[in-house]
């Protein structure tokens, strides 16, 4: 300790440990400094406001047991003063906190503060094992160094698939050998370092698991991951893996790597095998990888893409207002700035044409009726044999699904056919541009009517490269109030590695 | 921001920024006041004063290159500022710092500073594959909700034994039923959650490997975290694991439980089933666990120790005063402190008697011969033909080993029956008391002439229980230097559960 010891000062810091051991929301607000200057740090990021912080107690669970190893006091004047404490949780590990404390009408409270806690061995919410690593690359390949989270709908030597449910994962056996997806990586110098989690049979975007939790979104403290790729995109994100080997039906790749900033690429539809992987809605199932950088991301697709069948793209972009309209005022003003940035910097060789997709209301239905078919196809046997296993959401979904019968879907089908062409022919060869989500990532603590609604102008957005069996590219580049918003690419049939290209040259563009 | 932006205060954070960036240390060191007050935290621990700070930066690899994502500025008066910025590394992830800045005759250095990073998906110096869980136990048992860190000589089901050598893991195949120690765990209820690392081949008590790094000391910020249960050890002093599944040879469970404030037990030898579990010298190796509490140990001996072969013990204890001596001096005086606290408080019921064991000297002597001897028939032939795969003292150890030859062996093993029958008798069914190793946790920085010191020290304390195949529990509740030391009762062969029985009662008498 140097200098005076300020009056009443330890006794709040006293009082302050008495209620978080007492979890008591209240009398914990009460400490910090009320209004939109009052910090509160730690690994998972930063909460800024008063009105952040009480919100992140409330979503806390449990109570903090812990006793203080040390306590260091450092007066600044009179009406300042700085603490720094080591506790000792009574469940194992070591604390730090350091607070600045300052003098109000309220008596001492807390105007910063930074929180280290012991973390457990793995962070359950973005992985199911983890290992240093589980499965070695190839020595020497391009891919060397590159460590890869698995999404666990993948089959991976040694281990059951999982896909997000405990009782599935119990329900299944060890692999005896690794999807081919996979196989390629590991062929290519990469290694596997784990398998991550998924929502429930990847039935979702939204990011969250009820069995396993929702994984933390690096970029938006205190924001939804995005899925169903919820914790391949978590773990590249934090840079716990360098790439992410995940799936896309509906948007489970290219929607959260729009929410936290990174590439990520769905392939065209029957363009990377499919072989060992856990299906969801086989005519819309894609294989594809998230990654922080597009170099990482074309080299990790070059290890699955047969060369021979990608095609050459050419650098013509459209638009559809009526896509664009679908997300949020904000997001659509982001596009719109972006659109116009690339077209100034001389990014979009061309001008970039606007087109009209008649009727576009129906797609979304009829993308979803055939899914939802197709997923109980999948899994409706093993859904209703395990009544109670799976969260609200998804649960709803796979319910909807159990009705569609017979004749609805084959009227969907049809559509879905006669859809597709006029998609073609609306592209008719050109990319479509457009953002890769509806909004930034949604805050955890939004309502389930939120997320829904969120969740509807996203899909409708994002259904159009699963109808199309395009490939489709979420790059990062547009910030939207802070948060990360991915440019989504749609190009296609086999234009994948060229659309790759493409984007990385807009990347340029976005950065100026 | 709020108040004024100090002057030059903006280009001290840049020009620390930078200084990182280039990991230019004396730069570092110039930016942190000078004195034992400036303080360092993060996610391991606090470090106290300038001096532990640049130890600290001289001991960390690589630099450390990063963006500022947000930058809050706090004035306090015109002499301080408290500085709080968001970063993002280029490797992924999210970090947040909080510098207490004060305007010295150096110019603008900082006081106090706490850092958070994104941690990786697992820290590999403690485990090597990690689940969530790995292995479940069975339902509704006595250590139901307990997780388990498994040393890395255990056969766990589907995976390989690393005995802490890559090499050695390459060349091994996965189990197909885990060893009788870890399904005995299972039964219980208790999930196996990792593969936890271990000093190569356990031959060492130091709790460093050169491959997977060494492990923290969540108790002992710097310092060594004691061998070779390394990785179990400092998971369950983490709280990232409640029991550690590990082996004790020469001291492999005590010192790390001695150096981290953990129970310990050393099971008497033949007590515990050694089948599935990597030999180092079978004359002396023994099963047992790591736990934060007396009682988790006890549930999980109860697993293992077939109760029909326990024996009581009687409250009878005993010093040996040249084992006290091999010890450091403050260790001495603070276990002298402790057995007059325990004698007066009314703990030991009968005065504790001083015994003498003629000739001590030779013991370590014979002990480390025959360990050596059984090592090398465990591991010479797999030692010899991957050349170049140890660390240093791991090595060295071997390269000792490998020069006994057969003659020698049998010397010594006559002396070791011989020693056996000596110490009985001076034990006369009693208790020996004495210092769990010879130091607190050595400082990770210190020299190997230093550590070598210190190890035959403590083994010349420890090997006594390998010598008579006695258990022996290393309990905490001493205190050296404000680091854990833990308190080593060794009792008669099979009285473990009685023993840790009579510890319990100890660590009232410790504490009061």
């Known amino acids: ?113 930074q929180v280290a806690a012991s973390a457990p061995a793995v962070d359950p919410s973005i992985w199911r094992v983890v290992g240093t690593p589980l499965l070695a690359g190839a020595s020497g390949g391009a891919l060397s160094g590159v460590r890869v989270a698995v999404k666990d709908l993948f089959e991976v030597a040694g281990f059951a698939v999982g896909a997000g449910n405990p009782d599935y994962l119990r329900s299944g056996t060890a692999a005896t050998e690794s999807a081919p997806a996979v196989t390629a990586l590991l062929g290519a110098g990469a290694s596997v370092i784990g ?178 078919a197709e997923a109980w196809r999948s899994h409706g046997d093993w859904v209703d044999a395990h009544p109670g296993t799976l969260g609200p959401d998804v649960r709803s979904r796979f319910a909807f699904a159990s009705l569609i019968d017979a004749d609805e879907e084959a009227g969907h089908r049809g559509d879905l056919a006669e859809a597709r062409d006029r998609l073609d022919a609306a592209l008719d060869g050109r990319i479509l541009l457009l953002p890769a989500a509806s909004s930034t990532a949604p805050a955890r603590s939004a309502s389930g009517a939120q997320i829904e609604r969120v969740r509807a102008a996203t899909l409708s957005m994002t259904c159009l490269a699963g109808i199309g069996g395009y490939p489709s590219v979420s790059m990062p580049g547009l910030v939207v109030g802070g948060a990360p918003l991915g440019l989504s690419l749609v190009g296609p049939r086999y234009s994948d590695l060229a659309l790759l290209d493409l984007a990385a040259g807009l990347a340029e563009g976005l950065e100026g």
Chains 1, 2 share one sequence.
């Open 195 to 372: 398998i991550a989690q998924t929502d429930e049979f990847a039935y979702s975007i939204a990011g969250t698991n009820v069995h396993s939790g929702t994984p933390p979104n690096p970029r938006v403290p205190g924001g939804l991951p995005g899925g169903s790729s919820s914790g391949p995109a978590a773990a590249v994100a934090l840079g716990q893996a360098d790439l992410g080997l995940a799936t896309d039906t509906a948007g489970s790749i290219r929607v959260p790597a729009s929410y936290q900033g990174l590439w990520g690429l769905r392939t065209s539809h029957g363009s990377v095998s499919l072989g060992g992987v856990l299906p969801l809605a086989p005519s819309f199932d894609t294989v594809g990888w998230l990654a922080r950088t597009s170099g990482l991301l074309v080299s990790a697709a070059a290890t699955s893409l047969d060369p021979e069948r990608q095609l050459p793209v050419a650098a013509r972009f459209v638009v559809c207002g009526q896509l664009v309209f679908a997300a949020e005022e904000d997001v659509q003003a982001a596009f719109v700035e972006a659109i116009d940035r690339l077209e100034r910097g001389g990014y979009l060789p061309e001008p970039v044409d606007i087109i009209t997709i008649d009727p576009l209301a129906d797609l979304f239905e009829t993308f979803r009726t055939v899914q939802a």
């Open 1 to 113: 300790m140097t200098g005076e010891l300020p009056d009443g000062l330890l006794a709040a810091f006293e009082a302050y440990e008495d209620a978080l051991a007492a979890n008591d929301h209240e009398a914990l607000a009460g400490f910090f400094v009320p209004g939109p200057h009052t910090l509160r740090g730690d690994a998972t990021g930063l909460l800024v406001g008063s009105e952040a912080i009480a919100g992140f107690r409330a979503s806390r669970p449990g109570v903090v047991r812990r006793g203080i190893r040390s306590l260091h006091v450092r007066a600044i004047g009179t009406e300042h003063a700085l603490i720094v404490a080591e506790n000792a949780p009574v469940a194992g590990g070591a604390g730090v906190v350091t607070q600045l404390w300052s003098r109000t009408a309220a008596g001492w409270q807390i105007e910063a503060a």
